[in-house]
T-cell receptor, first 112, second 114 residues
Framework: AQTVTQSQPEMSVQEAETVTLSCTYD???????LFWYKQPPSRQMILVIR??????QNATENRFSVNFQKAAKSFSLKISDSQLGDAAMYFC?????????FGTGTSLTVIP | NAGVMQNPRHLVRRRGQEARLRCSPM?????VYWYRQLPEEGLKFMVY????????ESGMPKERFSAEFPKEGPSILRIQQVVRGDSAAYFC????????????FGQGTRLTVV
């Protein structure tokens, strides 16, 4: 079965600095997607970034980028120039065909 | 194009009552997924439906829970005889085709059982 592990329950970062959130996963599939979702206090699940496993190039979205290491089954999220609005829970997710598998989340605090 | 709409946003039920949660997918989306988020946890898969069909219900509790996605109207997640342990946030996501790559989430329904 697919599993997703986020080993950092809480992280903090100074405003304008860079922070990296870790995620590892386990699967026997070769074709899949990986996601990072942001969940602010409003509970809305906001897609931050998506990576297709067959693409070797790491995905980037403005200040957000990933380090995808397929062989190591690692998918970390880097947030550059952190802003106060980045404070939220961040969930890593593995996307199989029929469903997502979510990690337990990392709570990110941004310090002014 | 409106997003995935869930209602109500908040629902309070007494133990033993029924809870009905609604999910209207994005226009053009015929696939719906329901997830449950218990406090301090990630989202857990419950069921995947296509119009008029349940494709995968491997995450649904065997009793008291059911889901449907009729030809017309929203998808409904129904919880009968609610218990305190059902208190959670329930999310649905929709996608235009099978697969979660293009799925979008609704804002969730927070169910509180008192």
């Amino acid at each position: 079965a697919q599993t997703v592990t986020q080993s950092q329950p809480e992280m903090s970062v100074q405003e304008a600095e860079t922070v990296t959130l870790s995620c590892t996963y386990d699967t026997s599939e070769s074709d899949y997607y990986l996601f990072w979702y942001k969940q602010p206090p409003s509970r809305q699940m906001i897609l931050v970034i998506r990576q297709e496993a067959y693409k070797q190039q790491n995905a980037t979205e403005n200040r957000f980028s990933v380090n995808f290491q397929k062989a190591a089954k690692s998918f970390s999220l880097k947030i550059s120039d952190s802003q106060l609005g980045d404070a939220a829970m961040y969930f890593c997710a593995y996307g199989g065909y029929n469903q997502f598998y979510f990690g337990t989340g990392t709570s990110l605090t941004v310090i002014p | 194009n409106a997003g995935v709409m869930q209602n109500p946003r908040h629902l309070v039920r007494r133990r033993g009552q029924e809870a009905r949660l609604r999910c209207s997918p994005m226009k053009g989306h015929s696939h719906v997924y329901w997830y449950r988020q218990l406090p301090e946890e990630g989202l857990k898969f419950m069921v995947y439906l296509q119009k008029e069909n349940i494709i995968d219900e491997s995450g649904m509790p065997k009793e008291r829970f059911s889901a449907e996605f009729p030809k017309e109207g929203p998808s409904i997640l129904r919880i009968q005889q609610v218990v305190r342990g059902d208190s959670a946030a329930y999310f649905c996501a929709s996608s235009p085709l099978g697969g979660v790559a293009e799925a979008f989430f609704g804002q969730g329904t927070r169910l509180t059982v008192v």
